[in-house]
C-alpha cells in the first residue's frame, strides 16, 4: 500500500493541499511549517483534495489539526469540504472552539515574591491544619474518657488485632535481631578487658531503656502508620468522610479515636514483648560467643535492668503510639481525590511518623537527664 | 418532622440560595446562583459534565463552605449557625453521593443500619426490618450481608439510595441516581422519586443528565453553564424546552438536536 503523501498546489484564491496514501500511525508526523510556507498567505484559503486517501487514522488528524492551527495563526481561512465527512466530524470536535473557555490550572505563573509569600501561607496553613486535627483528637480522646465518643466497637476490636497481634512475627524478627547486634557490639568492646559480662547490662538496659520502643515504634510506623493513611485516604477519595459528615458523625471520633486506642494499648504490649525478645537475642549471642552460662546472664540482666528503666521504656512506646497513630490518620484525612494522593499519603504517614518517633525520643531523653532519672 | 402534604398550591420555600459563589481555591466555578427550592420540589440541577454540579450539591449539604452568598433552610443560613442548629439540619437530608460512598468496612446492612442507630433508639430488631425492607425498596433485598466491594457498581448506588433514604429524610439529594443503572432499574427510580415526593411530601434534589428522567419527574430545575459561569435558565424543565430563549439550554434538553419538536 502507498505510504503518506501530500502535495501543495497554488490555486488562484489559496493553495489546494492533495492528501493521498495511506495514513497511518507507525510513522513520524510530517511537521506542518514547511508545508503551506510560501503557497499561501493570510486572507486566501486552503482547500483539500482527498480523492487518492487510503485508509487513515489519528496519524491524518493530527497533522491536520496541526495545519488547521498554523492556519488560525496565520489567518488563512480554511475550506475543509475537500475531506472526507469522518474526518471533518472528527476535526469538528477535537476544535479548540469545542473546548472549555477558560480553562486555567492555577493561572498564569506568578512573580517570583508572590510564589515566596504562597508558600509561606501554605506551610502556615498546613501547621494549622495539624494544630486543628490534634486538637481535635484530643477532644474526641476527652469525650472518650466521659463515655460520649461516637465510634463502633468492632472498628476497634480489627483495629487491635490488625495492629496488635499480627505484628508480633515482624517485631519479634527485628527485636531478635537488634539485641544480637547490639550483643556484638558491646562484646567486642568488653572482651579486651575480659568484661564479656557486661553485655548483658549492655543488651538489657539498652533494649529496656530505648531500643525496644524505638524500634517498635519505628516498625509500627512502618507497618500501621502507613496503612491508617491508606485506609482514611482510600476513604477520602470515595466520598466515604463525606458521607459521615453528613450524618453529623465526626470523622475524627469515628476513624481517627478507635486507630489511636488501639495504637496507645498495642504499642506499650508490643513494646514490652520487644525488650523479651532483645534480651533473648543478646542471650543467645552471650550464650553461644562469649561462654556465659544462661543462669549467670539472666542473673545480670536482672540486676542491671532497674524497674524505672522499664517504664521509661513503656512511656515512649505509648507516646510513639500516639504519634504513629496521629501522623497515619492525619495524612489519611489530608488525602487527595486521587489513587497517587493516597501512595502520597502513605509514604508521608511513615515519614512524619519516624520523624516524630526521633524528635520524641531525643525529648524524653534529654528531660530524664534533667530530672536525673 | 413527617409533615402531610396538605399544602401543596402554597408552596413553601425549603432551601434558598443567596448570591453562591462557588470556587476551589482561586479558581471560581460558578457565581451569583440564585434560586429557590420550594418544598415538595423535584428539583434537578442540569449542566455539561464537569460544570459544578456535585460541587453545588456538596454545598446544598453543608459540605463546603460558599466562597460568597449564603444557604438558606427555612430562614436560617447554614453557616452562620451554631453546631447544635447545623446538626439538626443534617439530620434532615439524605445523601447519594455520585460514587455511592458507601463506607467500605461495613456489609450493606451495617451501611444503611448506621445512620438509624445514630438518630433513633429502635432496638436492633427492628432496625434489621427497617435495613430490609429499605434494601428491598431499592432491590437489593438479599444482598444485606455483602460487603460494598462485593457487589457492582449500579448496586453501589442503589445500596447508596438506601442508606440515604434511611431516616425518611425531609431532603434527598442524590447526585447522578440512574448513572450506572440499565433503563428498566432507572425507570423503577424515577417511579420511586416521585413516589417518595407524593406520599411524604419529601424535597428532592437530583443532579442527573438522563433527559427522559429529567422530563418525568422534574418540577423544577435550574442550568449551568461554564462559559458564563453562572445559572442561565431555571423553572420547570417541560416549560424550558418550550419556552426557554437560551439555545445552550435549549440544546441540552434536545440531545443537542436544537430543533424544538412541538
Ligand atoms: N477538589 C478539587 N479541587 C480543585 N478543583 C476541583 C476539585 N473537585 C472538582 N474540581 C473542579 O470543579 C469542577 C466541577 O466539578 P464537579 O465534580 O462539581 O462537576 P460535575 O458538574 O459534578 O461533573 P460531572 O457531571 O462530570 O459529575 C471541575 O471542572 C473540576 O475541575
Ligand atoms: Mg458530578
Known sequence: MATSEFKIDKTQDGALLALAGEWKLGSAIPAPDGVLAGAVVKGQRLAFETGNLGEWDSRLLVFLAKIFEVCRRDGIDVDDSGLPAGVRKLMHLASPENQRSGVTHGGARQPFLVRVADSALGQFKGFREVVDFIGAAMLAFLKMLRGKADFRRLDLIVTIQETGAQALPIVTLISLLVGMILAFVAAIQLKMFGAQIYVADVVGIGMVRVMGAIMTGIIMSGRTGAAFAAQLGTMQVNEEIDALETLGLSPVEFLVLPRMLALMVMMPLLCVYADLMGVLGGMIVGVGMLDLGVAEYYQQSKAAVHLTYFWIGLFHSFVFGILVAISGCLRGMQCERSASAVGYAATSAVVTGIVCIVVATLIITLSCQVLGI | ?262
Open chain 2, 1 to 262: 418532622m413527617s409533615e402531610p402534604m396538605e399544602d401543596k398550591s402554597g408552596k413553601e420555600p425549603a432551601i434558598v440560595v443567596k448570591g453562591l459563589e462557588m470556587s476551589y481555591g482561586s479558581f471560581v466555578l460558578m457565581r451569583d446562583l440564585n434560586f429557590t427550592i420550594d418544598r415538595g420540589d423535584i428539583f434537578i440541577i442540569m449542566g455539561g459534565s464537569g460544570c459544578g454540579k456535585s460541587t453545588l450539591l456538596k454545598h446544598l449539604v453543608g459540605l463546603k463552605r460558599p466562597a460568597k452568598g449564603q444557604i438558606l433552610y427555612d430562614d436560617v443560613s447554614y453557616w452562620d449557625a451554631g453546631p447544635e442548629v447545623q446538626e439538626s439540619l443534617k439530620r434532615r437530608f439524605g445523601i447519594l453521593f455520585q460514587s455511592g460512598a458507601l463506607w467500605s468496612s461495613m456489609t450493606l446492612a451495617e451501611n444503611v443500619a448506621m445512620p438509624l442507630e445514630q438518630y433513633t433508639s429502635l432496638p436492633p430488631a427492628q432496625i434489621r426490618e427497617l435495613v430490609s425492607f429499605k434494601l428491598a425498596l431499592v432491590g437489593l433485598g438479599g444482598f444485606e450481608e455483602f460487603y460494598p466491594s462485593e457487589i457492582s457498581g449500579g448496586m453501589k448506588k442503589r445500596a447508596g439510595l438506601a442508606r440515604a433514604m434511611a431516616l425518611d429524610p425531609d431532603i434527598l439529594f442524590f447526585d447522578e441516581p440512574s448513572a450506572g443503572l440499565d433503563p428498566i432499574s432507572a425507570r423503577l427510580l424515577d417511579d420511586l422519586i416521585i413516589e417518595l415526593s407524593e406520599s411524604r411530601g419529601t424535597t428532592v434534589v437530583v443532579v442527573t443528565h438522563e433527559l427522559a428522567s429529567i422530563f418525568a419527574i422534574g418540577t423544577n430545575s435550574v442550568f449551568l453553564d461554564p462559559d458564563v459561569k453562572t445559572m442561565t435558565a431555571a423553572g420547570d424543565p417541560k416549560r424550558l424546552l418550550k419556552e426557554s430563549p437560551d439555545p445552550k439550554v435549549v440544546n441540552f434538553l434536545t440531545r443537542g438536536e436544537g430543533a424544538r419538536q412541538q
